[in-house]
């Protein structure tokens, strides 16, 4: 389908299925200080989305998956800033873990001469397909989570993803428009039907359970807790896109997603 294609879909259908709930709240997004937030937020949601998807068309879902991790500590990071949350000594051993473990899985298996030609020349080949992609879609992540808790906590945790997404949906549309493929958006529908509606109708859920999540708990211990979720998309890669990686990949795959799940047992 594409990764703009795609994503403009689910955003569409999730919107879609958001909105009898998010009607009663439409009163919230008169008041100046609230539609700025949210306007903000789905230029984010935008931005994040596209970096995601364009991620997964070019990495292997084991690998960006993971990547995604960096997300938790910049999230608690920014919750302590600007939430005044507080993480203690052991909490940020393992998420120093997190970070260490990302920064294996994100590397290819090379031979020495390649290693040091890579260096020496400068090259990112060292780097997997995707995974600055990947990295890049964990930093937006941050920023968006520390949004949506806001966002959730002052204004509503349905309207708070509603907006998000449809701010989104009409950026893409517009874009797609633009560039004369809307018809390509259309098409692109008829095939994978059953597709678009399960993927959309499992992220916005996803987002919207977290949303209401963050409403009621601090942002870092929240976020912690819901980095669990690559050890299935590592599983799901392996076992059914017949993607391969290498020991330290697996190392670090394993670093990464213990850390995440020590942190929310311990937190």
């Not at 999730?14 to 306007?39: D, Q």
């Not at 000594?89 to 990302?102: D, K, T, W």
């Amino acid at each position: 389908m594409g990764s703009l294609n795609a994503l403009s879909w689910v955003y569409f259908i999730g919107s879609l299925v958001l909105l009898p709930w998010a009607i009663n709240s439409f009163y919230l997004i008169k008041t100046p200080a609230n539609f700025i937030t949210l306007f903000s937020l789905g230029i984010i949601e935008c931005a994040y989305g596209i970096f995601v998807l364009k991620a997964f068309e070019r990495g292997k879902l084991s690998v960006v998956d993971v990547l995604f991790l960096l997300e938790l500590p910049l999230t608690v990071i920014l919750g302590i800033v600007f939430l005044g949350e507080k993480v203690d000594f052991l909490q940020m051993l393992l998420i120093v873990s997190i970070i260490f473990g990302a920064i294996l899985i994100s590397r290819r298996k090379l031979s020495w001469l390649e290693k040091v030609w890579a260096y020496l020349t400068g090259s990112n080949k060292i780097l997997e397909k995707g995974a600055l992609l990947a990295l890049g879609a964990g930093t937006i992540s941050g920023f968006y989570n520390l949004m949506v808790a806001i966002s959730a906590r002052n204004i509503s945790p349905v309207l708070t993803i509603w907006f998000a997404w449809t701010i989104s949906c009409i950026f893409l549309v517009i874009y797609l428009w633009h560039k004369k493929q809307l018809a390509d958006f259309f098409r692109a529908s008829k095939d994978n039907k059953k597709l678009i509606l399960a993927g959309s109708i499992l992220d916005v859920l996803a987002w919207l359970f977290f949303a209401i999540a963050l409403s009621k708990k601090e942002l870092s211990i929240t976020t912690a807790i819901t980095e669990s979720y690559p050890a299935i998309a590592v599983f799901l890669g392996i076992k059914f896109n017949k993607e391969k990686i290498s020991t330290w990949q697996l190392v670090g795959a394993i670093i990464a997603l213990g850390g995440s799940i020590a942190i929310s047992l311990i937190s």
